[in-house]
Nanobody, 118 residues
Framework: QVQVVESGGGLVQAGGSLRLSCAAS????????MGWYRQAPGKQRELVAG???????NYADSVKGRFSISRDNTKNTVYLQMNSLKPEDTAVYYC????????????WGQGTQVTVSS
């Protein structure tokens, strides 16, 4: 079993910052891709940022220059630093990890709410 737990969401004013954390635990042999998706009410879930096992990163155009993803492989943890937040960043943020247990699968967290007030 693999558990994925997010933390760090909350309410912040526009222009503020938040840092999301996501830790994977359980019977994981190794981790490859780790990323963050978000889903706003009435919208489809979208990829916000991802980081590969080799630390290659990619970002949605809407967050480039404002968000930064990083990972700590010693802790099986991925972070999302969100700066200059906008009301349109309001959504439930989901962490996803690709782990080998031993088969490769993707595991999702339960989501954490981020609300940006104007």
């Amino acid at each position: 079993q693999v558990q994925v737990v997010e933390s760090g969401g909350g309410l912040v004013q526009a222009g503020g910052s938040l840092r999301l954390s996501c830790a994977a635990s359980g019977s994981i042999f190794s981790l490859n891709f780790m990323g963050w998706y978000r889903q706003a009410p009435g919208k489809q879930r979208e990829l916000v940022a991802g980081i590969s096992g080799g630390s290659y990163t990619n970002y949605a155009d809407s967050v480039k220059g404002r968000f930064s993803i990083s990972r700590d492989n010693t802790k099986n943890t991925v972070y999302l630093q969100m700066n200059s937040l906008k009301p349109e960043d309001t959504a439930v943020y989901y962490c996803v990890v690709e782990g080998r247990t031993p088969a490769w699968s993707r595991y999702w967290g339960q989501g954490t709410q981020v609300t940006v007030s104007s």
